[in-house]
């Protein structure tokens, strides 16, 4: 019952970010409709820079694949000199060369999106992230208790540790996609059909480790 368990306070812990997520999509729908629902904040690119992480995949049958992601950053300047960098898309960041002048979208003094002449990004606000993780913790809990009911057995360590990385990855783009509806309403049809592919890939591979052992 220890996944029930940790279903249950993910959830309970979940209950302040998710209304003050709700909160936030209402600013957003008001901001889309009307405009002027958000504080607004002068500020400059202050510097950027790409860098590459190498991400490594393992298959049931135990082949590895290496793919190497590379990351776009910026880094604005607020008006009292503060810095912050985020990560952006690659079509921010074509548009945000250093010294650009760039509004800052505020929702409670936190920067939620910035827009530059002819670009802007979003970002979650800490309330959306810190649901994100409640949301992934219960997702965990969902898996121990469904292995714990329908299979439970034990058939070695990597095998363990594999099919816990494929539900986490399933469970990474779920919580994902809903964090971000909750926030900034569903995704476009491309990023909707991208994410179910992912999670069935996801879960035909599951399902192949079940039936293997």
Known sequence: ????GVIVAALYSAAGPYRQIR????????????????????????DRRTYTTVETQTDSNGSMTTTVITHYEVTWQRADGSRQPR???????????KRTPVTLRLWHQEVVGVQVAGGAEWFLPKSGEALGYRFGLAFLGLGMLLWGLLFGWWDGILLLFFRTCIWMFMGFVLVGTTTHALAYGL????????????VAIGGGMLLVSIDGS
């Not at 600013?27 to 504080?39: A, F, P, Q, Y």
Request: hydrophobic share 40%; net charge negative; aromatic share 10%.
């Open 1 to 4: 019952m220890l996944g029930l």
């Open 23 to 46: 909160e936030f999509r209402a600013v957003m729908t008001c901001e889309h409709n009307s405009g002027g629902c958000l504080d607004s904040e002068r500020g400059s690119i202050a």
């Open 87 to 97: 990560q952006v898309s690659r079509s921010f960041y074509d548009k945000a060369a």
């Open 187 to 198: 995704n476009t049809w491309p990023y909707l059909i991208l994410e179910i592919a992912l």
